[in-house]
């Protein structure tokens, strides 16, 4: 039974573009959310998507966006990227929303 | 791997000995707690969790203790071996129906080093 998926694993972006990375959730995940863990701190919560629609955002700006796909898949886009959106970004699933949350292993971002 | 945790506290610990983590939490509201290990280049992994009609739970090895009144959450390890080096990080998960549910706020982490 895969865990959480997530691609790629490494990227390198220059300042100003724009990237999205993805994340397969664990078999029978329905809900899906993404983190994003600046080097040497906890994982901050960027949002939440369920049936496809985004049910909880936390305090990022609107370059960061996201989409869920009907087979709960999800998307993870940020736009004019800066230097300091370099970090690992993780992506959660878990059966229900609040509960049994899987991490995957995440894509490292590095902006140049 | 990646220098993870410059700034975080630390525990280390001789191999067998136990290990207690230590975590406060700021919202009284969260009825969900989850312990998480994240060793370098991985996510962070599941340990145990309790929620907040519960002051101890006991998994394989490892113990939480929640104490709602100080907002404080401890994570013990029996028997500690190296493959339990790794940042350990506290979550809050909010409380149903409220604002926060549904989105985990994690504590600073604390790198424990257990040697041979």
């Known amino acids: 039974d895969a865990g959480v998926t997530q691609s790629p694993t490494h990227l390198i972006k220059t300042r100003g573009q724009q990237v999205t990375l993805r994340c397969s959730p664990k078999?029978?995940?329905?809900?899906v959310s993404w983190y994003q863990q600046a080097l040497g701190q906890g994982p901050q919560f960027i949002f939440q998507?369920?049936?496809?629609?985004?049910?909880q955002r936390g305090n990022f700006p609107d370059r960061f966006s996201g989409h869920q796909f009907p087979n709960y898949s999800s998307e993870l886009n940020v736009n004019a990227l800066l230097l300091g959106d370099s970090a690992l970004y993780l992506c959660?699933?878990?059966?229900?929303?609040?509960?049994?949350?899987?991490f995957g292993s995440g894509t490292r971002l590095t902006v140049v | 791997g990646e220098s993870v945790g410059l700034h975080l506290p630390t525990l280390s610990v001789q191999e067998g000995d136990n290990s207690i983590i230590n975590c406060a939490y700021s919202?009284?509201?969260?009825?969900?707690f989850i312990w998480y290990k994240q060793e370098s280049g991985k996510g962070p992994q599941f340990i145990i969790d309790?929620?907040?009609?519960?002051d101890k739970r006991q998994g394989q090895r490892v113990t939480v203790l929640l104490n709602k009144t100080v907002k404080h959450l401890s994570l013990q390890i029996a028997a500690t071996q190296p493959g339990d080096s790794a940042v350990y990080f506290c979550?809050?998960?909010?409380?149903?129906?409220?604002?926060?549910?549904?989105?985990?706020?994690f504590g600073q982490g604390t790198i424990l080093t257990v040697h041979p």
């Open positions: 309790i929620r907040s009609n519960m």
């Open positions: 998507y369920y049936e496809e629609e985004e049910r």
């Open positions: 078999s029978g995940h329905d809900t």
């Open positions: 959660a699933s878990s059966l229900e929303v609040g509960r049994g949350y899987t």
């Open positions: 919202n009284s509201a969260s009825d969900y």
């Open positions: 979550a809050e998960g909010g409380n149903a129906g409220g604002t926060s549910y549904g989105k985990l706020t």
